[in-house]
């Protein structure tokens, strides 16, 4: 008896050693032009999930409340990458800062409303005026973002970090 291996011809294999094709650099500015033509649409969803954001803070209890945290933590999350494609790269950063400050609070069960507060504000202004703002002052405001969720964080992670 007899055995014989075979081995099937890749078809995938085979493409990728052949020349051809788009550029990467050609992909990358047809992909960028594709992005372009979402800006607007993009931009009035993240506007929309801010202000989802600023409601849902208007109704968060003056007691801890772990449901309504969870509320604005969903509405954040959902909008994280939206802020890339809108032009508004900070709000995706100020996004996961909220997320991350939420995180913390739930987790310790604390509340902190005016750190929340902040967030909201920044992401506001990143929003609506986020065209407006310098690369710097949009990293101060980040900066700052940092810092009031770096409150909240654990002691051993503190340190480390």
């Known amino acids: 008896m007899s055995v014989t291996i075979t081995y099937p011809k890749m078809k995938l294999a085979a493409q990728l050693r052949e020349a ?3 550029t990467v650099a050609d992909s990358l ?17 993240l506007r ?3 202000a989802a954001a600023a ?11 772990a449901e309504a945290l969870k509320e ?11 802020g890339v ?12 800062s909220l997320c991350d400050l939420l995180d913390r609070l739930a987790n310790s069960g604390r509340r902190d409303r ?8 920044t992401l506001q202004l990143l929003a609506w005026q986020g065209d407006v703002l310098d690369a710097a002052a949009t990293q101060r405001l980040l900066d700052g973002l940092r810092k009031v969720s770096a409150r909240y964080a654990e002691p051993a992670a503190a340190a480390a970090g």
């Not at 500015?29 to 969803?45: F, I, Q, V, Y």
């Not at 409601?55 to 409340?65: E, I, N, S």
């Not at 494609?85 to 996961?96: E, K, M, N, T």
């Not at 005016?114 to 504000?121: D, L, M, P, T």
């Open 20 to 22: 051809g094709g788009q």
């Open 29 to 45: 500015a047809a992909a960028d032009t594709n992005l372009e033509a979402l800006r607007p649409t993009c931009l009035d969803e």
């Open 48 to 50: 929309s999930a801010v």
């Open 55 to 65: 409601a849902a803070f208007q109704r968060l209890p003056d007691a801890f409340d």
């Open 72 to 82: 604005l933590y969903g509405i954040a999350a959902r909008a994280v990458g939206i």
């Open 85 to 96: 494609v809108s032009g508004a790269p900070g709000a995706d950063v100020a996004l996961v």
């Open 114 to 121: 005016e750190a929340i507060g902040v967030h909201v504000q």
